[in-house]
Nanobody
Framework: QVQLAESGGGLVQPGGSLRLSCAASGRAFSIDIMGWYRQAPGKPRELVAHITGGGTTTYVDSVKGRFTISRNNANNTVYLQMNSLKPEDTAVYFC???????????WGQGTQVTVSS
């Protein structure tokens, strides 16, 4: 059974940094796309960033230059380093793992990120 365990959320002041981690378990994930989505109150869930098994990354425009996604295939973990955080980054952040060209798609429980002074 696939499980995704997120950690690293919290409260941070504007301009601060946080690092989210998502550890996947249950099978190998080296060919899966691993990523982070977020959902703010009253807004739809949106892609923040994802990374392919080969290391190709994609970011939503609003986080380019501030967030960095990375992964460690040896321990099936994906990370999101978030720098220069803004209040508009406040949301629940969800880890996602999906197998390309299939309907296989897994979600984590979500971790709250609050950017406020």
């Amino acid at each position: 059974q696939v499980q995704l365990a997120e950690s690293g959320g919290g409260l941070v002041q504007p301009g601060g940094s946080l690092r989210l981690s998502c550890a996947a378990s249950g099978r190998a994930f080296s060919i899966d796309i691993m990523g982070w989505y977020r959902q703010a109150p009253g807004k739809p869930r949106e892609l923040v960033a994802h990374i392919t098994g080969g290391g190709t990354t994609t970011y939503v425009d609003s986080v380019k230059g501030r967030f960095t996604i990375s992964r460690n295939n040896a321990n099936n973990t994906v990370y999101l380093q978030m720098n220069s955080l803004k209040p508009e980054d406040t949301a629940v952040y969800f880890c996602n793992v999906r197998r390309p060209m299939t309907r296989v798609n897994y979600w984590g429980q979500g971790t709250q990120v609050t950017v406020s002074s």
